[in-house]
């Protein structure tokens, strides 16, 4: 029986790495291949002995597909490629492909400087796993190999995000990767055509939210950010150096401008200036409206943002500093926010500890870091809520929906409602469960112009709309099957015909001689069968269309007559009904 | 434990058995348990729980509650598991909580039996506690082990797994101990739990159904992975007849576990097992080729087997090699690899039968070979010759330049030609066989092939990256010409043949052909650099010139691998024209002090960094000229530069070029207690005099104070050395009261507190000592020892993080960026 089977080795049930295994006609494909940063051992990866164990990592998966850039979703590639030692072929698209390795280095001189880690993945396995990258645009089919064939559909979130449709002959796999269906100030929103798959795995990070107005959170943002400068305060916003925070200097860039500010803007250095770079290379990937005025402005080129050097942080005034990274782990955000830290004019908005409240920091070397600073938490991500995941179902029109990268119970609430609304079923496995879908594989069949000539030829004309019954002979030739008509079948294949006939025994009471049995059938079947061609021919023997029946003596008892019954397939109905009927006897002759 | 972690835990546990708060992330009771592990190891558990009754309190609140998240209730349960893997911590726990916990009253029968992580901190639970004798009395009262069996056919991958290990663990337990080696292999006297888990494996291998076979297969092959006790032997004489009755079958059930359980066992057991070896055989010649091909390879790495098997599993291996060599060979040419065999039909039909299972097997064949190729024990005598034209033949298919005549040949041309997985598996594997040698006909085939490869519009990046490797590889290992050090005319023919080719490679519009490019040259450089007849052939192509280019492609990682390219070049004088041979050296440190200064990406300007520091070391000409402004110079660019390996690698410059002015390190072992040296107080004078004018000190001592760690360890340990070598320079007090020493040691305290805008200014030797003298290297050392987490990484941090996350959650949905 044909199936899809389906293993989350990573997001299945939560929001960590995402890694999902998917076997469809005998394919086997990697979606994303993420890495967990709360942890600093091996439980930061995928656990791929789960893989391993079933043969050769590159006999056995056909290809590894990379949805996006962010690291809980290819932050594993080159610990799988380069150590555990998968040499196939890895497809994500063109932005995914240049800004992947910077995010990867990043992460690795994070691991080694401050963790110190050793038996970490190094900078020549991040290079030598980018090698194996195979870059795809959008909307473009690729081959992976005769049978396995790819497409990428636009997915939003940040730049060069993904949607993969994964198809081998009819069936099919949509992965949406994390994904937006509002566009944004920089990105535009995810689409999908009608694919109809048999499975569509999507995302469920906000399952149970419908977000509220994203000009709401904009104005909130806006309003803190601009009263803190407005009372000699400094802004520190810890961002991710690529995705969100071009949203947010986009938004920054024009309200400075039409409020006319003077406070500076500052974008520290190094990993930002290369993500502004990127964002103008990959002008196609944003949305339309950044993509029309391009030609008069880049929307990139900042006119208030500076890059930020060290010096400035002990400067006098207000001013806001997009630092990396996010987390307030590392870094330059870090060092901005111990030095700001005391002051209560300041606003930060971080991660972690803070966020959770803490106003005393126990920083290295045993130093104490009083909090003083307002703190607030503004969320901007990018993810489909509740109605976008509705709205992408509908889309796609998938014939089951299965559930990742999500939390159990928002996951239980959005799997009612999808199997609700779109009488599918909806799967949630957890991390190693495997789901197992039956398909119903439809097989192309060419039809031979002959066989449909003859068909036309009986005056039927085809009607698109309704099935029609077609006789023919089915070959199966170099991997193609073809309908033709037996003649030529017979033809092609240099065969002789044969002629089957099915042949049943029918013992009848009858004392008198055969002939005169025979002649009892002839007049019974006559007036039974009005519509056919009943003969009795001169051997004796009778004939109902191609059935041809026989009287004979039982050779040990003189009192019963045999009849031998013979048909083609052609009149098998016929022929069973006549063997049916002869079987009841015949009348008594008056 | 920590009395601050012991003040917090009350609280922690009133917050997780609260069904009301949720817990921060998963990650936090995974580390929370890593550090309840690592309390329970280093102390009494009992003692633990004694201290703390939160603990067992929130355990039985758990058991009460009704509506607790599963992620909870799996914390719970391998918590219990970790506090009675200790024997009288588990006989505190016994009486209620365990059965309570493990038994069908507990989780196992409720609802949140339903979630797989419940029942995974079921298992994992059981399998922390199931430590001591004690532990197994309790698993075979509370009816732990069927439930364990059930759940070897978890719908959950790592339930599944986790339930047939912790069945090998139970069974270990239970028959290790005094009267191990005298157990025999019928039952009777084997304890109790280990008959049943035994008898339940006995009735898996005789089922009809594959994933029961399965489990047991895979349970046996743990087994004898992973425990060495003497009963393993009494198991697998008891169980081999049952095992061996699976090949009966056909096809043969569950066959990749079947070989994995054959060579798990074959491991372990000793060689002189004959039934074991007839078994091995038996499974070669029942399995399909494909199947059969990782048990060869398993067996022709065993280190005792005998003579036999090894010809039969070899057989294998070359089967569908034997197969390509037969259907391509033109005419009858010379002995092909299976004498006297003709091509095996089955291989012969797997190979014919469709594209992928075709691949499959070449693929398969080919990474097996190359896996055995280096081996010790590979067999002997290995067939280099064959398997060249074996691996020639297939890439010739796959590039379409052989053209086969016969039938099945011409059918495989159709199969591989094209085929990329192929391309790469067999030039893997023939660089692989550069380790032999050939008769010379097959060698100028190879070097022919390769460079069809090379050339070729149609061959893939991936395919060409590994094309350059064979070709390196085969170039390293090409015979010298005996009494002459120079290469033999064939690869000098070759070079010449190479060397426009690859200059063609290094403008591809591909960035990873190009960098495949410079890496190749920068270690065929690397090797051959002295060689005359590469020099020449080198400097006679445009390779040089192209490579100087590419130090200014757009793609940083070409750059990075041009600097070391074109680095390496210089170090062998192959940059120069022989006209003017110092302008164009001179403009190539000019070139790549630019790169350092000015590149936007790392990479290229760490590979600079390499670069000097490996020609300050072997004494480049250049750089010997006037070291002392180079590395005045190199120091001054790296001191800037953000990134910080960039700066780690300015201080390994520095110390090639302190040990230079004052003698090696003492020992380069990290764990030798030896001090260096002292250096003679003359010596010592003039090389402080030369430190302070490239001004290597204001370079080390602002790395001191770095923010990252690495450089600021690198900066200590140089320093600790200088130190060291300085102890005679004059006495602390002379040089500690000049009015210099004084103001920069203030400079230094602000430096350590974040400011570092301010210069340090010239320095004279002497305060240079005093400095050393005056600063706490030692103890900046043990500080920078520690991670720069590991404050956030505490226990005490860890507790408060969760507590501090109370009530916040809620508001702040988890922001996946």
Known sequence: ?590 | MDPECSRLLPALCAVLADPRQPVADDTCLEKLLDWFTAVTEAGSSLLLLQENPCLVELLFHVLKSQDLSSRILSFSLRLAGIFAAQENCFQYLQGELLPMLFGEVGPLGGAAWTAPAVRSGWIQGLRTLAQHPSALHFLAACGAVDTIFSLQGDPSLFVASAAGQLLVHILDLAMRGPAEGRRSPQACDWPACAQKIVGHIEDSLCSTAIPQVTQALSVLTTAFGHCHGLWTQGLWVRLSPLVARLLEKDPVPASHSLVDLLLSVARSAPSSDRGLWETLAQTLSHLSPTQAGPLALGILKLQDCPQALRTQAFGILLQPLACVLEAAAQAPGPPGLLEGAAGDSMTVDTLLSSKSACVGLLCCALAHLGLLQPLPQRPSPWPQAPLLGAAVTILRLCSGSAAPTSDVGGRLCAILVGCGRVQRAALDFLGALSQGTGPQELVTQVFSVLLEYLVSPESSSMVLKKAFQATLRWLLSSPKTPGCCDLDPHTQLFLTELLPVLQKRLCSPCWEVRDSGLEFLTQMTRHWGGQAGFRQALLASEVPELTKQLLRDPESYVRASAVTATGQLSSWGLCASPECPGAQQESLLVELLHILSTDSEGFPRRAVMQVFTEWLRDGHADVAEDAERFVAGVLQAASRDLDWEVRAQGLELALVFLEQLLGQRGSHCPYAVALPETAPPGVLAQALQVLCRVQLFEFAFRALFDCDRPVAQKSCDLLLFLRAKAAPCGSPQEAGDSPNVASVEATLQRWQAGEQGQPLGYLEPGAVVALLRSVDLEGLRDTLAESSDHVEKSPQSLLQDMLAAVGVLGENEADCY
């Not at chain 1, 006609?25 to 391993?52: E, Q």
């Not at chain 1, 399952?207 to 950010?225: G, H, P, Q, Y």
Request: hydrophobic share 40%; aromatic share 8%.
């Open chain 1, 1 to 590: 029986m044909p199936e899809i089977r389906v293993t989350p080795l990573g997001a299945g049930q939560d929001v960590g790495r995402s890694c999902i295994l998917v076997s469809i006609a005998g394919k086997n494909v990697m979606l994303d291949c993420g890495m967990h940063m709360g942890f600093s051992d091996d439980r930061r990866f995928p656990d791929f002995s789960y893989i391993t164990r079933s043969g050769r990592l590159t006999d056995f998966l056909d290809c590894v597909i990379i949805s996006h850039f962010h690291l809980d979703h290819c932050g594993a590639l080159p610990y799988f490629s380069e150590m555990v030692g998968y040499d196939g072929p890895i497809y994500m698209t063109q932005p995914t492909q240049a800004i992947c390795p910077i995010l990867l280095e990043d992460y690795r001189k994070i691991a080694v400087d401050k963790k110190g880690e050793a038996n970490f993945f190094t900078s020549q396995m991040i290079k030598d796993c980018m090698k194996k990258v195979v870059a795809v645009h959008l909307h473009q089919t690729v081959q992976v190999d005769d049978e396995l064939e790819i497409k990428a559909y636009y997915a939003g979130h940040v730049l060069g995000a993904a949607m993969f449709q994964i198809k081998v002959g009819s069936e099919s796999v949509v992965y949406t990767g994390d994904y937006n269906m509002t566009p944004d100030r920089h990105l535009g929103a995810a689409w999908i055509d009608k694919c109809r798959p048999n499975l569509l795995i999507t995302e469920s990070t906000y399952a149970t939210t419908i977000r509220d107005s994203k000009r709401c959170r904009e104005r909130d943002f806006l309003k803190k950010v601009h009263e803190t400068v407005e009372r000699g305060g400094k802004v520190l916003i810890p961002v991710f150096a690529l995705g969100r925070a071009q949203e947010l200097c986009i938004l920054l860039e024009t309200f400075w401008e039409r409020m006319d500010l003077k406070a500076p803007i500052y974008f520290s250095t190094g990993l930002t200036e290369k993500a502004n770079h990127y964002y103008k290379l990959f002008i196609p990937w944003t949305n339309q409206k950044i993509r029309k005025t391009f030609v008069q402005r880049n929307m990139f080129e900042f006119k208030h943002i500076k890059a930020f050097d060290r010096a400035f942080a002990d400067s006098p005034g207000p001013m806001v500093v997009f630092a990396t990274p996010g987390m307030l782990h590392a870094g330059q955000s870090l060092q901005i926010f111990r030095k700001w830290a005391g002051n209560e004019k300041n606003m930060g908005t971080v991660g972690h500890k803070i966020l959770s409240g803490q106003r005393k920091l126990e920083m290295e070397g045993r130093q104490v870091l009083e909090v003083k600073m307002q703190v607030e938490y503004m969320s901007f991500s990018a993810h489909a809520d509740a109605k976008g995941i509705m709205q992408l179902v509908g889309q796609a029109e998938p014939e089951n929906v299965l559930l990742v990268h999500g939390e159990a119970k928002k996951m239980e609430f959005l799997k009612q409602k999808i199997e609700q609304e779109f009488r599918v079923s909806c799967y949630m496995p957890a991390n190693g469960e495997t789901v197992t879908l039956p398909t119903s594989p439809s097989i192309p069949v060419g039809i031979s112009l002959g066989l449909l000539k003859r068909e036309m030829a009986q005056g039927l004309l085809p009607d698109a709309k309704k099935p029609r019954l077609l006789h023919g002979t089915l070959i199966m030739k170099d991997s193609n099957f073809r309908l033709v008509s037996s003649e030529q079948a017979l033809k092609e294949l240099g065969l002789a015909e044969h002629q089957l006939r099915f042949t049943c025994r029918v013992h009848l009471h009858d004392t008198r001689k055969e002939q005169e049995t025979a002649v009892r059938v002839y007049s019974h079947l006559k007036s039974v069968l009005k519509d056919h061609c009943v003969q009795h021919l001169p051997d004796g023997s009778v004939t109902v269309e191609s059935i041809l029946i026989q009287a004979a003596a039982h050779s040990e008892d003189p009192g019963t007559k045999v009849l031998l019954v013979s048909w083609t397939y052609q009149d098998e109905e016929l022929g069973s009904y006549l063997t049916s009927l002869l079987k009841k006897g015949l009348p008594q002759a008056s």
